[in-house]
T-cell receptor, first 118, second 111 residues
Framework: GAGVSQSPSNKVTEKGKDVELRCDPISGHTALYWYRQSLGQGLEFLIYFQGNSAPDKSGLPSDRFSAERTGGSVSTLTIQRTQQEDSAVYLC????????????????FGDGTRLSIL | TQLLEQSPQFLSIQEGENLTVYCNSSSVFSSLQWYRQEPGEGPVLLVT?????EVKKLKRLTFQFGDARKDSSLHITAAQPGDTGLYLCAGGDNYGQNFVFGPGTRLSVLP
């Protein structure tokens, strides 16, 4: 399909382990976003990539969280030394990105990775 | 930092009833978007409003952007169980530097 793809769809791991979450954005979308959604809550912004610009990391909750975007396409969100409070659904979205009035561009979301820390 | 508030937080109604949910801020937004999220899925865009006072209709859903571009409302006529979900508003500022989501309204339409 042509939508945003996230993998794995579910991840269960032990506290203290590292995890990597993957996002394949829609082809041609230059902007990519990561969000976290706790059970029954709204979306918490984590990080934003736009083209070759330095990413906006202002939403990352701690230095255990990092993200990369290789070749302007696929992105990986890494959580090191996971804690139980990291349990949540991690959503990725892509959009046509930065241009005048970019805030008008719709974000296309994947179905998320449900992360459970035991 | 711009913030969006949504009300009510939860809403449970019977099929066939009408409802309105609200998205408010003290800040001006260049545009506001409404998304609906169903369990186990990512949010899906319903509409974008960009002009103060703008009204857009999507079947039984009516969206309005406030004149001052600080608030928006979503009205659903004759709600159906398929309307059940989390309704999120999201907005960006005039400079495209910030984009924030509200906390959402969780709607349950009972048959």
């Amino acid at each position: 399909g042509a939508g945003v793809s996230q993998s794995p769809s579910n991840k269960v791991t032990e506290k203290g382990k590292d995890v990597e979450l993957r996002c394949d954005p829609i082809s041609g979308h230059t902007a990519l976003y990561w969000y976290r959604q706790s059970l029954g809550q709204g979306l918490e912004f984590l990080i934003y990539f736009q083209g070759n610009s330095a990413p906006d990391k202002s939403g990352l909750p701690s230095d255990r969280f990092s993200a990369e975007r290789t070749g302007g396409s696929v992105s990986t969100l890494t959580i090191q030394r996971t804690q139980q409070e990291d349990s949540a659904v991690y959503l990725c979205a892509s959009s046509l990105g930065h241009q005048k009035g970019w805030g008008n561009q719709p974000q296309h979301f994947g179905d998320g990775t449900r992360l459970s820390i035991l | 930092t711009q913030l969006l508030e949504q009300s009510p937080q939860f809403l449970s109604i019977q099929e066939g009833e009408n409802l309105t949910v609200y998205c408010n801020s003290s800040s001006v937004f260049s545009s506001l978007q409404w998304y609906r999220q169903e369990p186990g899925e990512g949010p899906v865009l319903l509409v974008t409003v960009v002009t103060g006072g703008e009204v857009k209709k999507l079947k039984r859903l009516t969206f309005q952007f406030g004149d001052a571009r600080k608030d928006s409302s979503l009205h659903i006529t004759a709600a159906q169980p398929g309307d059940t979900g989390l309704y999120l508003c999201a907005g960006g500022d005039n400079y495209g530097q910030n984009f924030v989501f509200g906390p959402g309204t969780r709607l349950s339409v009972l048959p």
